[in-house]
């Protein structure tokens, strides 16, 4: 079944305490991003990769980092979590075009992040 | 910079009722592309329709029709005959095709969809 997957799917965690939230995806997308959901303020692209070794940074980028390895993984890392990155994070892939965003995004069931 | 406004942050409507839902987007670009995404209580966040700034044409699927307009920067979702399965969170979402921001994604704040038996 085509998919992406994130795990935890649930997390408390203390503030300061590193943690990474694993992201895959069985469809050989090039493109993968990282977003954030907060109440009011929709999904807010975190970063995102067109490929292997390549990644950009989104709007809200403070915070985190990731990497793109391998094709089908791309982890997001928060080396000193706080409270305001307390959030429901969606992984999401989408086929190659040109390197653009400009396909159907398939998204991960997320993960709610609880960062005491 | 782009940006999508859907300026409507909750709706309610009794079942088989009409509904819009608004979107606003802003960009420089000319090439550019605009989504729709349903995100049902469940959680999930799910694709329904993707248009390219080159491709004015409405479309209909089923009860649900969009209306790009591109003079009033627009690009809204009009569900017919709502019913309780349509409640949820809609997302709007535009991405540029330019060179400087190829990749990024700017998503609207959503508007909650509900729908009274």
């Known amino acids: 079944e085509a998919q992406v997957t994130q795990n935890p799917r649930y997390l408390i965690t203390v503030t300061g305490k590193k943690l990474t939230v694993t992201c895959s995806q069985n469809?050989?997308?090039?493109?993968m991003s990282w977003y954030r959901q907060d109440p009011g303020l929709g999904l807010r692209q975190i970063y995102y990769s067109m490929n292997v070794e390549v990644t950009d940074k989104g709007d809200v980028p403070e915070g985190y980092k990731v990497s793109r390895k391998e094709k089908r993984n791309f982890p997001l890392i928060l080396e000193s979590p706080s409270p305001n990155q307390t959030s429901l994070y969606f992984c999401a892939s989408s086929p190659y075009s040109s390197g653009r965003a400009d396909n159907e995004q398939f998204f991960g069931p997320g993960t709610r992040l609880t960062v005491l | 910079a782009q940006k999508v406004t859907q300026a409507q942050t909750e709706i309610s409507v009794v079942e088989k009722e009409d509904v819009t839902l608004d979107c606003v987007y802003e960009t420089r670009d000319t090439t550019y592309y605009l989504f729709w995404y349903k995100q049902p209580p469940s959680g999930e966040l799910v694709f329904l329709i993707r248009?390219?700034?080159?491709?004015?044409q409405n479309e209909i699927s089923g009860r649900y029709s969009w209306n790009f307009q591109k003079s009033t920067s627009s690009f809204n979702f009009t569900i017919t005959a709502s019913q309780v399965v349509d409640s949820a969170v809609y997302f709007c979402?535009?991405?540029?095709?330019?060179?400087?921001?190829?990749?990024?994604?700017?998503f609207g704040s959503g508007t909650r969809l509900s729908i009274r038996p």
């Open positions: 979402a535009l991405s540029e095709a330019g060179y400087s921001s190829a990749s990024k994604i700017i």
């Open positions: 248009r390219n700034s080159f491709d004015e």
């Open positions: 469809m050989n997308h090039e493109y």
